[in-house]
């Protein structure tokens, strides 16, 4: 039938319950067990032992199937935890809960109570000595036996997706579990969480695009944060030496397989640690955290098997594009060779750009994709770096690493700039390329300024991308599948 004739059949059933006094919405049935549990404590029972319970079960959930024979039906009800079979006949329920029964359809919440036996195939069963309608459903639930498979469908009605697509909650269970092993990681190794402005009066910490609010009592424009770096730092300099965040940033770019924007990184801070001592404990973490998933290091994502097993490799910027995008020396060095390779591997890059930046430019064109296994790639350019400590071996670069697994930036960490004469002059720097153009260029920050003068100790710093590593662990090609209601463009009804 169309979608119409079923609406219509489900709302004939809907007036004859009201007419027969029947709450549509009542709150007052409290299932004791879930469908989990029942088949944990009892799965490997024999219908002898079952026979012998003298304990009544109780579930509540949503009617997925209905299989009728007239007088009796066996029926699966779906909990958070899974499914069950139950068996519903005339001859043991009430006259009342059976009418109610014959009335209901597929995607009903209901509550059933009874004893467990086994069927004839073997399958463990709770029998409805009681049956109620906990909510009706009005719309029928997508095609039983297809799902929910149109994409656009399954980001904006996520409820759907969540109701017939059980490898869908099992995403986002999982993404549960990734972010309290973080959490259990960090809380270990004796840091303190906290919590940082969401909405601040400049946009820092990242070199992003905000997005831009008002605030009405305070007549101020206010930004929400692409980054809590500058609030955190501000907590390490105040004697805090060891703090994370799970936090929300929001940067006004571009949609992608990999990007939404609003999204959730882990950002920690160590003091007197460097950007070395975090590649080490960042496997220590992203290993903590497999074994505990997969009991094991390996693992596939997308077809490509990706091996944790530490040490991961390192490899600074030069020789990644030396090496992988097969530039000469004299194309790294000379800017004017750099710009002609830029342009010929499709880089849309300006003559007045920095130099560095022309380079992680051609990187992020040609390097990155290729990095399948766990790399740490090292050596920046102070250009694209305005937050990070110079090298002492080499003042064009800064202690600084990027992690890239599968072809995506998974992490992004350096020793922190802490001298505040230096981190003036790359504010300054930055400000002239928002002069220029750059509407991602850092803003100046006196009062972070400020704030490096009372003295802030040596410190390294990273960011964790959780959605890309959600994506990695649940073998997932995009962001929108593990984020549960992903930025879409309002369809127009």
């Not at 219509?8 to 469908?35: C, F, H, M, S, W």
């Not at 009617?63 to 009800?77: D, E, P």
């Not at 190794?189 to 009405?216: C, I, S, W, Y």
Request: hydrophobic share 40%; charged share 30%; aromatic share 10%.
């Amino acid at each position: 039938m169309e979608d119409n004739d079923l609406l219509k059949v489900r709302l004939e059933k809907i007036a004859a319950l009201k007419a027969a006094g029947v709450d549509l919405y009542p709150n007052d049935a409290k299932p004791q067990n879930t469908t989990a549990e029942i088949m944990d404590n009892f799965g490997t029972n024999d219908n002898d032992s079952l026979t012998g319970l003298t304990e009544q079960f109780s579930l509540a959930g949503r009617l997925m199937a209905i299989r009728s024979f007239g007088k009796a039906a066996f029926v699966k009800i779906q909990d958070r935890k899974g499914q069950m079979q139950c068996y519903v006949a005339k001859n043991i329920l009430s006259e009342q809960d059976f009418s109610i029964f014959k009335k209901l359809d597929i995607g009903d919440i209901i509550y059933v109570s009874g004893k467990l036996f086994r069927t004839k195939t073997n399958e463990l069963t709770l029998e409805a000595q009681t049956l109620r309608l906990m909510a009706k459903s009005i719309h029928p639930l997508p095609e039983k036996w297809h799902g929910l498979t149109d994409i656009e469908t399954r980001y904006r009605q996520r409820h759907l997706d969540l109701i017939s697509n059980p490898a869908v909650r099992e995403i986002f269970h999982r993404r549960s579990l990734i972010i309290k092993l973080m959490r259990q990681f960090m809380d270990e190794h004796d840091f303190l969480e906290v919590e940082t402005p969401m909405m601040q009066p400049r946009a820092g910490g990242a070199v992003a695009r905000p997005f831009k609010t008002h605030h009405n009592a305070l007549d101020q424009d206010f930004y929400l944060r692409i980054a809590p770096e500058l609030y955190l730092k501000r907590l390490v300099t105040g004697g805090l030496e060891r703090v994370y965040e799970i936090n929300r940033n929001f940067r006004n770019e571009g949609i992608s397989t990999f990007h939404n924007p609003e999204f959730t990184m882990m950002e920690f801070y160590i003091s007197y640690a460097t950007y070395e001592d975090l590649m080490s404990f960042t496997e220590e973490l992203f290993v903590f955290i497999a074994q505990s998933i997969f009991n094991g290091l390996s693992f596939t994502y997308q077809g490509s098997e990706i091996d944790l097993t530490p040490p991961w490799r390192r490899l600074s910027v030069k020789d990644a594009l030396l090496q992988i995008a097969g530039m000469e020396p004299a194309d790294v060095s000379d800017p004017a060779k750099t710009i002609a390779f830029a342009r010929r591997v499709g880089c849309d890059v300006k003559e007045t750009d920095p130099h560095g930046k022309i380079l992680m430019a051609i990187f992020d064109e040609v390097v990155e994709k290729k990095l399948i296994q766990p790399t740490f790639v090292t050596q920046y350019p102070v250009a694209v770096s305005p937050l990070s400590r110079r090298s002492n071996t080499d003042p064009e670069l800064v202690d600084r690493f990027e992690l890239y697994i599968s072809g995506r930036e998974i992490a992004n960490a350096f020793s922190e700039l802490n001298d505040p004469a230096d981190q003036r002059e790359r504010f300054i720097q930055q400000l002239r390329e928002r002069e220029a153009g750059d509407d991602e260029a850092h803003e100046m920050d006196e009062d972070y300024v400020r704030a490096l003068e009372y003295g802030m100790p040596p410190t390294a710093g990273e960011g964790i991308g959780i959605d890309r590593l959600i994506m990695l662990f649940t073998d997932s090609a995009s962001i929108r599948d593990v984020i549960l209601f992903p930025l879409l463009r309002t369809r127009q009804e």
